[in-house]
Structures are given as structure tokens and as C-alpha cells.
């Protein structure tokens, strides 16, 4: 089984971004995000409503890296420390030699190729250095711009399940993508 340690923290750089750990710092950017209905619109999770909420995020996601159990960056543009998005691997399940990654990107810099950019990194990352099998990515099936992202990354679907989640009183479908290390 695999096992991992994301102590000390991987900095990955790509062309453009450099992908760096999250710090209280980047709480008014990860209110931003986490916040916002429009990016949040295709993640079944509550609204931040404030700062302490986004701080209460950032130790989340700090909690999950100390206990090598998921990891997420800071999504930026070299020669800026500001923060663009998020961009991770959650639920990691070493028996499987699976995780699953997911993103988000202030509107600002939506059709950039960010996304793209950062996703294709996070693949090598994942099959070169964790040593994954399967890369796993969810989605809600109304989002095509995630959709098209994780195509253009070489992402196959592999199952629509219906009516599967509850959230604010509503079922939700949700669609599995997944790409293979070989």
C-alpha cells in the first residue's frame, strides 16, 4: 500500500504558475473563492460567509497535509504571490493507489488555461511522484467547462450517477472521470 509524506511541502512549478502551499495569508482569496456562488455553483458544499470560515478552511486543508491525507496548492502566477485558485488531490485512497483531484479558479482567470496548465503538472506529480494508479476527478454533469478541461487532460468518463448526492434539498447527479498512469 502506499503511504505518503507532504512534509516538506512539494512546491511544483509549470510555465507559468507555480503551485504552493496555502497559508493564512491567502484568506481574503480563498474567501473569494469559497464565497462566491458563481464558482461554487458545481461544488455541493455550504457558502463561506466569513473570514473565520475561510480561515476554518485553510486549517482544514493544512490538517489534511500534516496528516498526509490529502494535499492541495495555491494556484499563482510566477512573480506573484497572489492567489488564483486552488488545485488538489482529496480523498486519497492509498489501498487503491487512487486519488481524486479537483480545482477552482477565480472568474477573473477563467479561460486562461490555467486550469489545464496546473491539472496536467498534478498528473505527473500524482503517477511519477505519489506513485498513483488512478487519478479520479467528480464533477456535477452541468459543468462543461470542467468537463472539457479534464478531456483536454487525456480524462475518460467513466460513469454518470444519478440522484446519488443530497444537498439543500435537491438530488444530485455527479460524473466520474479518471485517468490511468499507463
Not at 482569496?29 to 466569513?50: A, G, Q, W
Not at 488555461?113 to 454533469?141: C, M, Q, W
Amino acid at each position: 500500500m502506499l503511504s505518503f509524506n507532504f512534509t516538506p511541502f512539494p512546491v511544483i512549478e509549470t510555465e507559468r504558475l507555480i503551485l504552493r502551499q496555502i497559508t493564512n495569508n491567502d484568506v481574503n482569496e480563498v474567501f473569494e473563492l469559497r464565497s462566491n456562488p458563481e464558482t461554487m455553483k458545481y461544488i455541493p458544499r455550504p457558502l463561506v460567509k466569513t473570514t473565520e470560515d475561510a480561515l476554518e478552511h485553510i486549517a482544514m486543508i493544512e490538517e489534511k497535509i500534516i496528516s498526509n491525507t490529502g494535499i492541495n496548492w495555491g494556484i499563482t502566477l510566477k512573480g506573484s504571490s497572489k492567489l488564483l485558485g486552488l488545485i488538489g488531490f482529496y480523498r486519497i485512497q492509498p489501498e487503491n493507489y487512487r486519488a481524486e483531484i479537483g480545482y477552482m479558479l477565480l472568474p477573473d482567470f477563467h479561460g486562461k488555461g490555467i486550469i489545464p496548465e496546473a491539472v496536467n503538472r498534478l498528473i505527473t506529480y500524482g503517477f511519477n511522484d505519489l506513485k498513483l494508479h488512478s487519478i479520479e476527478a467528480v464533477i456535477d454533469p452541468k459543468n462543461t467547462a470542467s468537463e472539457k478541461v479534464l478531456q483536454k487532460c487525456g480524462f475518460v468518463k467513466e460513469a454518470h450517477l444519478k440522484e446519488c448526492d443530497f444537498f439543500e434539498g435537491k438530488f444530485l447527479d455527479k460524473v466520474i472521470y479518471s485517468l490511468l498512469s499507463h
